[in-house]
């Protein structure tokens, strides 16, 4: 069974600091996609990662996936309270018959103003 | 462009009770898949589905529940004789063709049994 472990599970910071979100795995995926999610909605992507070592870039967001595939980490410079949310990744089997997503047990981060 | 619509958003049951879920997939989007988000866990897959067949349903429990995705119309989840452990937030998410690893989520329907 593919598991993807995520730390912290809970963070609760000042608006203005910095924070990274550990997505972690035995497994090797294809691709690896970050969602945050707000109460009463459902998850939004907010990025896909394909490559072993990429890096990807949105506004303050900074996505990594790791060399061998197995993990991700997302990056918050100068956190706002705009960023609060359940952050959840999830990782991707290409190729096959489904393209059923598991997800990682999440991140809820919580910026104070 | 609208994105992927679930219907009702909020649902309760009495215990037996059937519970029927909707989704419509974005315009385009043939592909549909179902995730399960307990309280207190994460998302869970489900079922994938095509138009008109069921690709994998590896993460449906084996009683009670079942899904279709007709060539006309929306996605439908249905839980017959629903049980409290079965109150949850279910989701649908639907991809496009040749790009399925990009999957769009739907709003949720929040179910509860009483």
């Known amino acids: 069974t593919q598991l993807l472990e995520q730390s912290p599970q809970f963070l609760s910071i000042q608006e203005g600091e910095n924070l990274t979100v550990y997505c972690n795995s035995s497994?090797?995926?294809?691709?690896l996609q970050w969602y945050r999610q707000e109460p009463g909605e459902g998850p939004v992507l907010l990025v896909t990662v394909v490559t072993g070592g990429e890096v990807k870039k949105l506004k303050r967001l900074t996505f990594q996936f790791g060399d061998a595939r197995k993990d991700s980490s997302l990056h918050i410079t100068a956190a706002q309270p705009g960023d609060t949310g359940l952050y959840l990744c999830?990782?991707?089997?290409?190729?096959?018959?489904?393209?059923?997503?598991?997800f990682g047990t999440g991140t809820l981060l919580a910026v104070q103003p | 462009n609208a994105g992927v619509m679930q219907n009702p958003r909020h649902l309760v049951r009495r215990r037996g009770q059937e519970a029927r879920l909707r989704c419509s997939p974005m315009k385009g989007h043939s592909h549909v898949y179902w995730y399960r988000q307990l309280p207190e866990e994460g998302l869970k897959f489900m079922v994938y589905l095509q138009k008109e067949n069921i690709i994998d349903e590896s993460g449906m429990p084996k009683e009670r529940f079942s899904a279709e995705f007709p060539k006309e119309g929306p996605s439908i989840l249905r839980i017959q004789q629903v049980v409290r452990g079965d109150s949850a937030a279910y989701f649908c998410?639907?991809?496009?063709?040749?790009?399925?690893?990009?999957?769009?989520f739907g709003p949720g329907t929040r179910l509860l049994v009483l």
């Open positions: 999830a990782g991707e089997n290409y190729g096959g018959a489904t393209n059923k997503l598991i």
């Open positions: 998410a639907s991809s496009p063709v040749p790009d399925r690893r990009t999957q769009y």
């Open positions: 497994s090797v995926f294809s691709s």
